[in-house]
């Protein structure tokens, strides 16, 4: 496909040609590595210390030559993103400078690729956003994105299920539609959510399947014999799984129960502790196990500092000083989420729900996996240098230091405590 091209095209001339060594635990393994970089690619994977040496370590606190170690984890994969930054994807008519701000304004979040996400709006809108993000994709070299993710139109329109997505424009899958759409992202949309309630669910799933694109159940209201029928027909995956549905279920039968039950089915949740509940989060995790995956479904607030913010679409939302996300004057409603995948990643090792590696696995190399993605190899020698260096303690995940083909794309040490908070060291 266009976007796997995309994903994996050159960096600027002579980028790829530099040699760095990074030393560190493996995030994913715990063992005590070092890396070389050269060419775009892991050229050396060398093993310095095993799990158990490295613990004894950190028991004793005596460290690599007198230093605490970096952690080093694959490049983070987000497979839902919707802005951040104040950067808003899904605004029209969407401008090109916002998509490459963006890009670069993850780097400092660990993201060495990402879906850009367009969510429901107007044949129009729609068209629009991804002929801009195809043509990002197809003028910078330094991008990080790996393909499209459509969340809509074609999902539920009843409320709860919706979500936030606009009813006026809520509608029945449609192949000849959504090829239009493709054909103006230039074959780069890599995801679409649907909702397997309409009648129309099943050809339109068979058709993107055999086309190459995933289709994700969500923002559903469907039975259990309509999801059973979608899976059937190739839906792969469920976006954000318990969240974007009713206030209040049936005890049995759902269809949050049928999607975790459904073997086939990889699931996407919002690890944030805001979203969903500890327990839930342990129950997907034992029920899915390697096909649980963590998407940050970020909007353009995330990042933002603490206040009360007017939206696009004529509301007021309040962030919170620990990143959540509310209508201003409802602190019980959810207005989407703020937090990067770090926060998740950051959560669920820290209630124990998986282990750190466990965790940082599902937001790199699991997702990249789904995709088919090369950075799936994650730091294997051979794989793209796509790494990122981080520190985790009480307070959360630091990213020091982000990789991208082996070019650094982002260091923490260039942003001075004087600087814009949003300026945050980018280097192209």
Same mark, same amino acid.
């Given at each position: 496909? #266009?976007?796997?091209?995309?994903?994996?095209?050159?960096?600027?001339?002579?980028?790829?040609?530099?040699?760095?060594? !990074?030393?560190?635990?493996?995030?994913?393994?715990?063992?005590?590595?070092?890396?070389?970089?050269?060419?775009?690619?892991?050229?050396?994977?060398?093993?310095?210390?095993?799990?158990? #040496?490295?613990? *004894?370590?950190?028991?004793?606190?005596?460290?690599? @030559?007198?230093?605490?170690?970096?952690?080093? %984890?694959?490049?983070?994969?987000?497979?839902?993103?919707?802005?951040?930054?104040?950067?808003?994807?899904?605004?029209?008519?969407?401008?090109?400078?916002?998509?490459?701000?963006?890009? #670069?304004?993850?780097?400092?979040?660990?993201?060495?690729?990402?879906?850009?996400?367009?969510?429901?709006?107007?044949?129009?809108?729609?068209?629009?956003?991804?002929?801009?993000?195809?043509?990002?994709?197809?003028?910078?070299?330094?991008?990080?994105?790996?393909? *499209?993710?459509?969340? %809509?139109?074609?999902?539920?329109?009843?409320?709860?299920?919706?979500?936030?997505?606009?009813?006026?424009?809520?509608?029945?899958?449609?192949?000849?539609?959504?090829?239009?759409?493709?054909?103006?992202?230039?074959?780069?949309?890599?995801?679409?959510?649907?909702?397997?309630?309409?009648?129309?669910?099943?050809?339109?799933?068979?058709?993107?399947?055999?086309?190459?694109?995933?289709?994700?159940?969500?923002?559903?209201?469907?039975?259990?014999?309509?999801?059973?029928?979608?899976?059937?027909?190739?839906?792969?995956?469920?976006?954000?799984? @318990?969240?974007?549905?009713?206030?209040?279920?049936?005890?049995?039968?759902?269809?949050?129960?049928?999607?975790?039950?459904?073997?086939?089915?990889?699931?996407?949740? *919002?690890?944030?502790?805001?979203?969903?509940?500890?327990?839930?989060?342990?129950?997907?995790?034992?029920?899915?196990?390697?096909? !649980?995956?963590?998407?940050?479904?970020?909007?353009?607030?995330?990042?933002? &500092?603490?206040?009360?913010?007017?939206?696009?679409?004529?509301?007021?939302?309040?962030?919170?000083?620990?990143?959540?996300?509310?209508?201003?004057?409802?602190?019980? !409603?959810?207005? %989407?989420?703020?937090?990067?995948?770090?926060?998740?990643?950051?959560?669920?090792?820290?209630? @124990?729900?998986?282990?750190?590696? #466990?965790?940082?696995?599902?937001?790199?190399?699991?997702?990249?996996?789904?995709?088919?993605? &090369?950075?799936?190899?994650?730091?294997?020698?051979?794989?793209?240098?796509?790494?990122?260096?981080?520190?985790?303690?009480?307070?959360?995940?630091? *990213?020091?230091?982000?990789?991208?083909?082996?070019?650094?794309?982002?260091?923490?040490?260039?942003?001075?405590?004087?600087?814009? &908070?949003?300026?945050?060291?980018?280097?192209?």
């Amino acid at each position: 496909m #266009e976007s796997d091209r995309c994903e994996m095209e050159p960096t600027a001339a002579g980028g790829r040609d530099a040699l760095t060594r !990074l030393e560190g635990i493996h995030a994913l393994t715990g063992e005590h590595i070092r890396l070389t970089l050269a060419g775009g690619v892991i050229a050396g994977y060398e093993v310095l210390g095993t799990p158990e #040496e490295v613990e *004894i370590r950190q028991v004793t606190g005596a460290q690599a @030559g007198g230093q605490e170690l970096l952690l080093i %984890g694959p490049g983070l994969v987000d497979l839902q993103i919707n802005g951040y930054a104040g950067l808003d994807l899904n605004t029209h008519p969407l401008q090109a400078d916002t998509v490459r701000q963006l890009n #670069e304004r993850l780097w400092a979040e660990g993201v060495t690729s990402y879906l850009p996400t367009l969510i429901t709006n107007s044949d129009e809108a729609l068209r629009s956003g991804l002929s801009t993000i195809a043509e990002v994709c197809e003028t910078d070299p330094n991008h990080n994105m790996a393909g *499209i993710h459509l969340e %809509g139109p074609f999902i539920s329109p009843e409320d709860g299920p919706r979500g936030a997505h606009d009813t006026q424009y809520v509608r029945a899958p449609d192949w000849e539609l959504f090829q239009s759409w493709q054909e103006a992202a230039g074959g780069r949309i890599r995801i679409v959510t649907v909702s397997p309630e309409w009648p129309e669910a099943v050809d339109f799933i068979e058709r993107c399947t055999g086309s190459g694109v995933l289709v994700s159940i969500g923002h559903t209201a469907a039975n259990s014999a309509q999801i059973q029928a979608a899976v059937q027909a190739g839906a792969r995956m469920s976006t954000h799984l @318990g969240n974007g549905a009713h206030p209040v279920l049936p005890r049995h039968p759902n269809y949050i129960w049928d999607q975790l039950a459904e073997e086939p089915l990889w699931a996407s949740v *919002i690890a944030d502790g805001f979203h969903l509940p500890d327990a839930f989060l342990r129950v997907a995790a034992k029920v899915k196990g390697e096909r !649980l995956i963590l998407v940050s479904d970020a909007v353009s607030f995330g990042g933002m &500092p603490p206040g009360t913010y007017d939206t696009h679409i004529g509301g007021r939302v309040t962030l919170t000083p620990a990143g959540r996300l509310h209508l201003a004057g409802q602190p019980a !409603l959810l207005a %989407g989420s703020a937090l990067p995948m770090t926060a998740g990643i950051a959560h669920l090792a820290g209630r @124990g729900i998986a282990s750190l590696g #466990e965790a940082w696995a599902m937001a790199s190399v699991r997702p990249a996996g789904l995709l088919g993605l &090369p950075a799936a190899q994650g730091l294997a020698p051979g794989a793209p240098a796509d790494v990122a260096l981080f520190t985790k303690d009480a307070a959360g995940i630091r *990213i020091l230091r982000t990789y991208k083909r082996g070019q650094l794309k982002y260091d923490a040490r260039n942003v001075s405590a004087d600087r814009d &908070p949003h300026d945050t060291g980018f280097t192209r």
